[in-house]
């Protein structure tokens, strides 16, 4: 869909609100709830973050950064946080705990995830299974492999674009 960078973390800091408000109210406890659903809808973007570092080192460029070309230099796509099997596995162990902060943390992580997620398969338009980490991890982190045809053909004319 191509909008802003704003807008898109917008999107995502709401989103992540609106996991906290669902679990506070299973639950009751708030604080935790927003915590939980701050960190899955939204802090889960600081893996981009450690990926434009493991690609650039410590030489920050801020407009590297903003544009994604730790994706276009490297040609892969890690995003490490980025999984559903993260959510499925939070979910799964809400069942484990009769702790009404551990569960509430738990279940608004897994939310946030969740949302964050669906919303970059839509705004992103990624494939669902493109944030699967088993999948990245079969396809050898190789955006070719893991994004859409006509997203690569973009990704390419980008790279041809860019001297780093």
Sequence with gaps: MGISLSLH???HFFFGLLAGLIVWRIWKKPF??????????FLIDL?????YFSV??????????????????????HVLFHAWEYAI???LTVFLFKNKYARTILLSLALGIFFHLGTDVIVDDM???AYSLNYRIANNFEIAKIVKKANYEKHKERKLKIKF
């Design 32 to 41: 935790w709830a927003f915590v939980g659903g701050f960190f899955g809808g």
């Design 89 to 91: 596995i939070l979910i």
């Design 56 to 77: 650039f080192g410590w030489n920050w460029q801020w407009q590297y950064f903003r544009n994604g070309y730790q994706f276009l230099k490297s040609g892969e796509l």
């Design 47 to 51: 893996d981009h973050v450690i990926e």
């Design 9 to 11: 973390l917008l999107i």
């Design 127 to 129: 494939p669902i299974k």
